[in-house]
């Protein structure tokens, strides 16, 4: 009886062992309202029929919640948790080479966590996990009013704008010029009027 035991279980080692699950990244990281790939690959049989797989992706919390499931070859979206209804796309023509992609669109914060898919074939049994961590937006960027105030120039800064401040300075020389043509002219002026009387001769 322990013989068969023993048996039976390195046969199933065996089988089991036949079919290798690989993810293309152990870890994913991306933003919230972004698009990301999963992606799996599992070995190949030619020989095989598209019947014959079954494909259970999980996102693995307290409840487990189904990101995506295929049948039987055939996707079973009424499995999917509304977390992720309608927005879990897979290809389906890369599943002949061995390759599982799953599309999730506008991620949610509460995307991150511990996924895992299992993949049944004829060759046996085998799963794999990876990590999603998605973040917050950024700060979205200030409105034009909002922006305008907080970059309200200090005192020392204000002013106008370089090409004013280039007129302003021209239009300051020139009165300048002007007020000191105005007093060297009316200096002379005074002294003509000074100079004139000791110029006059006086008859008897």
Not at 42 to 55: H, Q, V
Not at 162 to 171: D, Q
């Amino acid at each position: 009886m322990i013989c068969r035991i023993l048996l039976l279980f390195i046969l199933t080692s065996c089988v089991c062992a036949s079919l290798v699950v690989n993810v293309t990244q152990s870890s994913y990281q991306a933003e919230e309202n972004h698009n990301i790939t999963l992606e799996w690959t599992f070995t190949t049989n030619t020989d095989r029929s598209p019947n014959s797989l079954y494909i259970y992706c999980v996102m693995l919390t307290d409840i487990r919640h189904v990101l995506f499931h295929l049948r039987e070859g055939v996707e079973v979206p009424e499995s999917q948790d509304k977390q992720f209804s309608g927005r879990v796309q897979f290809d389906k023509d890369v599943l002949r080479e061995g390759r599982l992609r799953l599309h999730m669109s506008r991620l949610r914060t509460d995307d991150s966590g511990l996924y895992l898919c299992d993949v049944i074939t004829s060759d046996g049994r085998n799963s794999e996990k990876c990590h999603l961590k998605v973040t917050a937006v950024r700060d979205q960027p200030e409105t034009p009013g909002a922006t305008t105030l907080r970059r309200d120039p200090s005192p020392t800064q204000s002013g106008t704008p370089p090409e004013s401040r280039g007129r302003i300075a021209l239009f300051c020389g020139l009165g300048l010029t002007a007020a000191v043509l105005v007093l060297y002219l009316f200096a002379r002026c005074i002294e003509n009027k000074i100079s004139t009387p000791h110029n006059k001769t006086y008859t008897i």
